[in-house]
């Protein structure tokens, strides 16, 4: 499923027009990153955990060659998805 797939399922289910669907689904994710960004948590009950982690500098080997390189230290998102949420999957 792709992000407009997913829109006309909203729209679908929630009986509103597309155009309300993307505009509550844009708000969102917009809002799901500002609180990442900002190095905040953002859990949603059932559903999983939003959030950024630092990752150590690290090393690493080039693929091609087998010299070792140095990996930077980054900031990347995370998501660990909630009880409810895996249990659906099962």
Partial sequence: MNKNELIREIARKADINLNEA???LDTTLMVIIG???KGEKLT????GTFESVTRK???GRNPATGEKINIAASVVPKF????ALC???K
């Fill in 22 to 24: 993307k505009r509550g």
């Fill in 44 to 47: 949603l009950s059932g559903f």
């Fill in 57 to 59: 500098q690290r090393q």
């Fill in 80 to 83: 660990k998805p909630g009880k």
């Fill in 87 to 89: 249990e659906a999957v």
């Fill in 35 to 37: 609180v990442v960004k």
